[in-house]
Nanobody
Framework: QVQLVESGGGWVQPGGSLTLSCLGS????????IGWYRQAPGKERDAVSCIVGDDYTIYYADSVRGRFVISRDNAKNTVFLQMNNLKPEDTAVYYC???????????????????WGQGTQVTVSS
């Protein structure tokens, strides 16, 4: 059974940092382009970052570029999202997913083919 499991979310004050993890089970994440998405209440789910499986090409949404860093540890079958200088508008449920990286939309998925995690809540407030 394939599973993506996110962890590392929580509450942090503005300006703080969190590192999210996406652990693959039953799947080799290094064979996939992995994207991080977020969805705030009442808003659409948007891709914020993507890392390609083979050549480590990386994309970021404009809203997080310079603050977030995506990386992967193939030995741990895990993709990370380090989030720095967090802002209240970063508050959302964060998801990881398999799919494809895109220079225009950061990441995309194909219904019924790609996998999603269950999400982890990130709350940025004072």
């Amino acid at each position: 059974q394939v599973q993506l499991v996110e962890s590392g979310g929580g509450w942090v004050q503005p300006g703080g940092s969190l590192t999210l993890s996406c652990l693959g089970s039953g799947i080799n994440l290094d064979h996939y382009a992995i994207g991080w998405y977020r969805q705030a209440p009442g808003k659409e789910r948007d891709a914020v970052s993507c890392i390609v499986g083979d050549d480590y090409t990386i994309y970021y949404a404009d809203s997080v570029r310079g603050r977030f860093v995506i990386s992967r540890d193939n030995a741990k079958n895990t993709v990370f999202l380090q989030m720095n200088n967090l802002k209240p508008e970063d508050t959302a449920v964060y998801y990881c997913a398999t799919g494809y990286c895109s220079s225009t939309n950061v990441h995309g998925t194909t219904p019924d083919l790609d996998y999603w995690g269950q999400g982890t809540q990130v709350t940025v407030s004072s």
